[in-house]
């Protein structure tokens, strides 16, 4: 039997790759009139006062950024620059290789899924499309729920919805946000994802000092869960 009933996941540098800003950002700052270190300056100051929604949506979000970065493009510009940073984060978003396989070996053995993210109004947007999506049981956007990790309001949204006490949820994710520390004072278990390839991830308040499990590899997941799985490496055809 199964030690959880549910493992939950971070989006972005656990079920993605790392993430760094790519080259499509520059024709948003291009739209926006606004030099691109600048907009890059204003993103990372004010992640979690866009990544909480309480800014309104893409749009006036964008507008804000706009405000922020002492720049007044015109309405046809920022709509264009809202389509442009759209596919700007989804460039840069690239699936783990085990994430698909794990999610299915997960559902196989009867373990529901589901997503904590910490993000802006895209994720949302494009998490459809993604291979994982028919994977997640649950979703649950801070930009939708008003708040941010370590927020203990996301966690327990989680939990809510999939009608599960915390204690029966295991949360895996990369450390930013202190989100770690944050689902085990929501009463989960969490553990570390320290993949090689995060040393480049583009991370917000990041977790220091992490004394609790880590794991190498998403695939480690299954043994967590259950110790006699079979290998869950290779792709699911």
């Known amino acids: 039997m199964p030690r959880y009933h549910a493992v939950l996941f971070d989006f972005f540098g656990t079920l993605t790759r790392s993430v760094q800003r790519g080259a499509a ?21 004010t992640y979690y006062q866009r990544a909480s929604g309480s800014l309104g949506n893409a749009e006036a979000t964008l ?11 015109s309405d046809l ?14 460039a840069d978003t690239r699936l783990r290789a085990e994430a698909v396989p ?24 494009f998490l459809p499309q993604l291979a994982i999506a028919p994977l997640l049981d649950v979703r649950v956007f801070s930009v939708q729920v ?8 996301l966690y327990l949204a989680a939990c809510r919805r999939l009608e599960l006490a915390p204690a029966d ?20 278990t969490a553990v570390r994802l320290v993949a090689p390839d995060l040393a480049e991830h583009l991370v917000f308040n990041a977790e220091r000092g992490w004394a609790g499990p880590v794991l190498h590899s998403l695939t480690e997941v299954i043994d967590l869960i259950d110790p006699a799985a079979e290998p869950t490496g290779c792709a699911v055809p």
């Open 63 to 73: 507008r804000w950024v706009c405000q922020q970065a002492g720049v007044h493009p």
């Open 169 to 188: 949820c295991l949360y895996v994710g990369d450390g930013g946000s202190q989100e770690l520390s944050g689902a085990e004072r929501a009463g989960m």
């Open 77 to 90: 510009a920022v709509r264009a620059a809202v389509a442009s940073r759209h596919r700007a984060v989804r």
């Open 146 to 153: 008003g708040r941010c990790k370590p927020d203990l309001a």
């Open 25 to 45: 950002h520059r024709w948003t700052a291009e739209l926006l009139g606004c030099p691109i270190d600048l907009l890059v300056e204003v993103l990372d100051r």
């Open 102 to 125: 794990v999610l299915a070996g997960l559902r196989r053995r009867g373990v529901r899924t589901g997503l904590i993210s910490d993000c802006t109004h895209e994720l949302p947007a």
